[in-house]
């Protein structure tokens, strides 16, 4: 059968494959398993490009997270606010900080997190607000920063956004961020990687002691930290590919917008809601994100599975409803747009190799389901 999956990650090594072997081959020779000179470098390289001052690069975007809220004074006693659609990701991130994670709702058709509820539900114990850059697109974190007091601190999650900016702001710029290379997200390593994004000279000090046992030189150990560090490999396989990250974020916009085009007749029918793209928004397409009206949304994604397309669905439970988040007491109707996406969203298949011929057929798969 003609497969498309979710996305394309030997379409992605075979153009990066040569460039790869022979980093892994310096680091071989050089014996920089972890941190060392591709790891220095990678951080460097994707400061530039995020258009930041520092990067620090750590073990997962978890992490990286939690790294950046700790590093912004968070820890046990304190509020924690994030949306309720977000990957479980974000929450446990914040829950490892000892903080109580508070959840908000979400802007029903951008599907980011609500600004307003956000700065409703900031009480005196709330130390953080985090925005999810979800699928792609930034929120707006000027307008958030500008709204709240100087004790609480903006920390992005913008796992799903490398290259993504909102009124020209990157994640990061003016503040703090973290992101994920898990190897599907637009810019994959080739097993576990994050980063801390940050113009703040005192808080990436603090990530990088943190995320080494405390202390940056040997044997000194300044604060109470864990092992969370970026590999000599992954940082190859990061440099190599973050050449190809602006093409591909350029290349999934038009894939995108292709999209658009080929599922106007099922808008038009009132069988599938588009994704939406805020004024002022560098989306970069990390997830093509759509509702699906009068079907069973899981039934439409089997129907789509069974004809090899990788369709998927990003996330099928808001934070309230899973067993883990449970103990914070929520029921079903208290964040009615993020309930109301999970059930009805699907994500189709989206990578920069995506072919115009791959889109018609999941186009036309998806219409057979709806029919
Ligand atoms: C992927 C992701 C994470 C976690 O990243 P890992 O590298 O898998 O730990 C956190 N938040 C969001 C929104 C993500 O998509």
Redesign the pocket.
């Known amino acids: 059968m003609n497969q498309i999956p979710l996305v394309d990650l030997k379409a992605a090594h075979a153009e990066v494959a040569e460039d790869v072997r022979t980093g892994f081959e310096r680091v071989l020779a050089n014996t920089a398993f972890i941190g060392g000179e591709e790891v220095r470098a990678f951080e460097r390289e994707y400061a530039a490009f995020a258009g930041v001052a520092h990067c620090v690069g750590v073990a ?6 939690e790294l950046a809220l700790r590093a912004s004074g968070v820890g046990a006693g304190h509020e924690v606010v994030l949306p309720a659609n ?2 479980i ?2 929450a446990g ?1 914040v829950a490892r900080t000892g903080a109580r994670p508070v959840l908000v709702d979400c802007d029903p058709d951008t599907y980011l997190m609500d600004g307003p509820a956000a700065l409703d539900a900031v009480g005196g114990a709330t130390r953080a607000v985090v925005p ?1 850059h ?1 699928y792609g697109q930034c929120a707006d974190v000027e307008a958030l920063a500008a709204a709240l007091p100087p004790r609480v601190a903006v920390v992005e ?1 913008a ?2 956004s490398q290259g993504a900016a909102r009124d020209g702001r990157s994640p990061g710029r003016g503040g703090i961020a ?1 992101t ?3 190897p599907g ?1 637009n810019l994959g390593a080739y097993g ?3 980063a801390v994004l940050t113009d703040d000279g005192e808080r990436a000090g603090l990530v990088r002691a943190i995320a080494n046992h405390g202390g940056v030189a040997k044997y000194r150990h300044d604060v109470a930290g864990f092992n969370s560090r970026l590999d000599g490999l992954q940082a190859v396989v990061l440099r190599a590919k973050l050449a190809g990250l602006a093409a591909g974020n350029t290349a999934r916009r038009a894939a995108a917008a292709r999209y658009d085009e080929l599922l106007s007749g099922l808008v038009a029918a009132g069988r599938v809601v588009l994704p939406v793209t805020a004024a002022g928004s560098a989306h970069v397409w ?1 997830l093509y994100v759509i509702r699906v009206l009068g079907a069973d949304r899981d039934e439409v994604v089997g129907k789509l599975n069974a004809e090899g397309i990788g369709a998927g669905v990003h996330y099928p439970a808001p934070v309230h409803l899973t067993p883990a988040f449970a103990h914070l007491g929520h029921r079903r109707g208290d964040f009615p747009h993020a309930e109301e996406a999970a059930d009805r969203i699907l994500s189709l298949p989206l990578y920069p190799q995506i072919t115009a011929d791959q889109q018609q057929r999941v186009v036309d798969v998806l219409a057979g389901a709806l029919r």
């Open positions: 997962n975007g978890t992490d990286a997270l977000t990957f990701a974000t991130a999810v979800l999650d796992a799903q973290s994920s290379f898990y997200k576990d990687a994050g990390h």
